[in-house]
């Protein structure tokens, strides 16, 4: 038996659709990654004296962090699996992708991966069906 999955994935969640004997069945799995959205700074209290300014290598490191948990949590989710079709809106796809190649521990076929929209839960089940029964 052939064990089908595909991901729909963005930043703030992944959904699994796996295809088993025609049936479907979708799991949500939620992200942390936190959405920064760093403002201001600090000034002085001398008049027009020097402005402190955000670390912005900080919040880019904790983002980097949480995102390789993000797809440590997916690809050990993916372990059973055999084939694999990856698709969503963000970029999110092409780092689960590079996370994917770089594992020593996974042995999966990757198929695909494609952009798409967003789409309801029934679109990504049919997205998925008609990916694995072109294949």
């Known amino acids: 038996m052939n064990r089908e999955i595909g991901i729909w994935l963005d930043y703030k969640t992944a959904y699994f659709i796996r295809l088993q ?4 069945t979708v799991e949500e ?3 942390a990654v936190e959405d920064y959205h760093p403002s201001g700074g600090a000034t002085s209290k001398t008049p027009w004296g020097p402005q402190d300014s955000i670390k912005e ?9 949480q995102l390789q948990r993000f797809f440590q949590s997916i690809m050990e989710k993916l372990e059973r699996e055999d084939a694999l079709y990856i698709f969503g809106p963000a970029e999110a796809k092409l780092g ?3 996370a994917i190649e770089g594992s020593n521990q996974l042995a999966i076929d990757l198929r695909a991966v494609e952009a798409a929209d967003q789409m309801t839960q029934n ?4 997205q998925v069906k008609a990916f694995f029964s072109e294949t």
């Open 21 to 24: 004997e025609g049936e479907a």
């Open 29 to 31: 799995i939620p992200s």
């Open 57 to 65: 290598k900080t919040y880019l490191e904790r983002k980097k962090q």
């Open 96 to 98: 689960l992708k590079k």
């Open 123 to 126: 679109q990504k089940i049919a």
